[in-house]
């Protein structure tokens, strides 16, 4: 199972796939950002976004990613003040032109975004920018191994882990889970070569019947990640037990904003209650996030959802797993 929606998009547009012998199986697991935000958290974007106080400032892959009854899309399109920025920062700089509105910014994604929005807080509050808030959505790729471990009951037999996130957290961040399950893990970077590598790797532990956490990103990804960006996160979140799609409730796996910078939390001035929703019926991201099954297998999947008209969160991300089928596997 790859674990990052970066060597899904991969191994999809090189035909990995293709080259493989038929023994040996990629699952794409919940490495897509957009994709693991849960039902409850996506419908608490929007309905902050309708406030008529607020400026919702967000990355443009969660525009389109269908709530319990509306889109951020539909919404803008209604009439409300939804901005797509590039960085954290850019919605920091609109606090600033804005002083009579409120700017939130949805956190989503994993360790690899979190300190880019761990830096917006901080400077918003450096420089007094009362009126920036982050809704924090933001999820810890460990605790998930775990939890996938236990959901597909044995039919992961080895892992590639996130690249990105590695080179934030480093590999004894996994530590933990590899002593724990002791199931062959490698982190491998995004070209052909790596990928590749990184499948031989897992092949040859299984083979040999060893098990080894192994580093073949030595270029990008170290032992103990990096400390700079761990300082920011431990700076501005602390760790909380969150929802992902398709795994449920993983304890101590999202970050909230911290008491020091809870004057920037929109949980706290919103009073902001996340619930858990229904998913649109039919859809099964859910199960094709955990690897439990693919694309096709979804009712909906090429009929009634299709990239530019999307039922469920893996057809809308370019890093989701639906989305990659739809667009390679012809």
């Known amino acids: 199972m790859e674990v990052c929606g970066t060597h899904t ?3 999809f547009r090189y035909g990995i796939r293709s080259v493989l012998p038929k023994n040996i199986t990629l699952l794409s ?8 935000t849960s039902q409850g958290e996506i419908d608490a974007f929007i309905e902050l976004s309708r406030k008529e106080d607020v400026i919702l400032c967000t990355f443009g892959d969660l525009i389109r990613v269908p709530g319990s009854s509306s889109s951020l899309k539909k919404e803008l399109a209604a009439g409300r003040d939804i901005r797509t920025v590039y960085s954290p920062l850019d919605a920091v700089k609109v606090a600033e032109e804005n002083p009579g509105k409120n700017i939130v910014f949805p956190g ?5 975004t979190a300190p880019a929005v761990a830096v917006s807080v901080m400077t ?13 959505a933001h999820k810890l790729v460990p605790p998930a191994l775990e939890t996938l471990m236990t959901d597909n009951k044995g039919r992961v037999d080895g892992f590639i882990l996130p690249g990105h996130v590695s080179v934030i957290i480093g590999t004894e961040a996994y530590r933990p889970f590899f002593d724990k399950y002791k199931t062959p893990c490698t982190v491998t970077g995004f070209e052909p070569v790596d990928i590749l590598k990184g499948i031989l790797n897992l092949v040859l532990q299984i083979t040999e019947n060893r098990t080894v956490l192994d580093n073949e990103y030595k270029r990008a990804v170290s032992a103990e990640g990096n400390r700079k960006a761990l300082q920011l996160l431990n700076e501005v979140f602390d760790v ?17 904003i911290s008491r020091k910078y809870e004057k920037h939390d929109a949980a706290q001035k919103f009073n902001i209650k996340t619930e858990e929703r229904e998913v649109t019926k039919g859809c099964i991201c ?6 439990i099954k693919i694309p096709p297998d979804c009712p909906l999947y090429n009929k009634t959802c299709t990239p530019m008209d999307p039922a469920g969160p893996c057809m809308v991300s370019t890093e989701g797993t639906c989305a990659a089928y739809y667009r390679f596997d012809k």
């Open 29 to 36: 697991g919940p490495g897509c950002p957009v994709c693991v």
């Open 286 to 291: 859910g199960d094709i996030l955990t690897g």
């Open 124 to 136: 918003a509050s450096q420089k007094n920018i009362d009126n920036f808030f982050v809704c924090s």
């Open 9 to 11: 998009m991969s191994i």
């Open 240 to 256: 909380r037990d969150t929802v992902w799609r398709g795994l449920g409730t993983i304890k101590n796996s999202g970050l909230k």
């Open 108 to 112: 989503i994604g994993f360790e690899t």
